[in-house]
């Protein structure tokens, strides 16, 4: 039987992801001389999120450091003032923001072929999924480029998996019935239709509300989101299912890159590679972090077995071709190139 969560759990969750040595050192040192400009900068999960944490050490860094020819300020914004990462994508578009920070499936309108991280088991281990994203950095960086889009960096924000009430993950006839909540947008509802599922759009400020009210069973969310969110407190078990390794973006809009100085430029891409490789240590730590914390709180923590996660890949190989008929050539090729890599 379960026991009650740790209440001092979200508050040792936040402390943890801020305290990680990881992101302290992440990003590029911005500033400029004479009166400051203010550059709104949105992200579209809570401030106490990953990138939430990361967001605010690159605000820091940028206001200290002397770099450029100017200077300017940061104003960050998170999901409770501007809602939704489609929003943010247009309001990046409408000059509304300067940068925007949002997972993949917030570009779907802009670049549709950016969804292929929302299919099951696209991306695999921690090492197949970092040659994978460097193999197709070009392909999307020139997708984001021709829509106006300028990518500073991309990086895996953890791996998805469920929250439930009382379904555990076994297997493909494990989900059959299950009433299953996702967010919006996401192209991995079609896995759990496929597996036989009851899926509901959710956004993610009401996910709670309705496990607690039962309107839903289960819900899919990457480990740090479910937990920063407290998702994890109306929830019993958590399947390791990783079924899909969420990709985040920091993106600016061409226009406005451009219309920076020079030095300013350099200050915002200068060492991307490096600013990347931390970040996606970062949040690969915390993700190790919040298993333990979760598994102390009395949570049931399910793994599924390798050949129940055999079986599972196998029923949901037919989203991966529907997919690929509606995504048409561009899509066939980013798909293939995440294979590759």
């Given at each position: ?13 936040v402390l943890a992801g801020l305290s ?227 990709v985040g973006f920091l993106l600016m ?89």
């Open positions: 039987m379960s026991q009650p969560i740790d209440p001092s759990l979200s508050r040792r969750l990680a040595t990881a992101a302290s050192a992440a990003f590029p040192s911005i500033a400029l001389a004479g009166d400051p400009d203010i550059l709104p900068v949105a992200c579209s999960e809570p401030a106490g999120s990953p990138t939430g944490a990361a967001l605010k050490r690159w605000k820091k860094a940028a206001e200290s450091e002397d770099r450029g020819d100017g200077r300017f300020k940061l104003k960050l914004k998170f999901e409770d003032e501007v809602g939704g990462a489609a929003q943010l994508v247009q309001g990046l578009k409408s000059g509304k923001f300067k940068a925007v920070c949002v997972p993949s499936f917030g570009l779907r309108e802009v670049v549709p072929r950016l969804t292929v991280f929302d299919l099951p088991y696209m991306l695999g281990n921690p090492a197949q999924t970092d040659a994978a994203l460097k193999a197709a950095k070009p392909e999307i960086k020139k997708a984001l480029e021709a829509n106006g889009l300028k990518l500073i960096w991309m990086f895996p924000m953890g791996h998805r998996v469920v929250f439930s009430r009382t379904a555990t993950v076994t297997g493909p006839s494990s989900m059959e019935g299950v009433q299953i909540g996702v967010r919006p947008g996401t192209s991995s509802k079609a896995i759990w239709e496929t597996l036989g599922a009851r899926v509901t759009e959710v956004a993610a400020p009401d996910v709670k509300a309705k496990l607690d009210a039962a309107s839903i069973q289960a819900v899919e969310a990457t480990l740090i989101d479910g937990v920063e969110r407290g998702w994890h407190e109306s929830a019993k078990i958590v399947s390791l299912t990783n079924h899909v390794t969420e809009s061409q226009e406005g890159f451009d219309s920076l100085k020079g030095k300013d430029q350099e200050a915002l891409v200068s060492d991307r590679e490096a600013q990347q490789r931390k970040v996606t240590d970062h949040v690969r730590q915390r993700e190790k972090a919040v298993l333990e914390i979760l598994k102390d709180g009395g949570r049931t923590i399910y793994d599924p077995a390798s050949g129940d996660l055999d079986a599972i890949k196998a029923a949901t190989q037919g989203v991966h071709k529907a997919w690929k008929d509606a995504k048409g050539k561009g899509g066939v090729s980013l798909h293939a190139t995440l294979r590759r890599g």
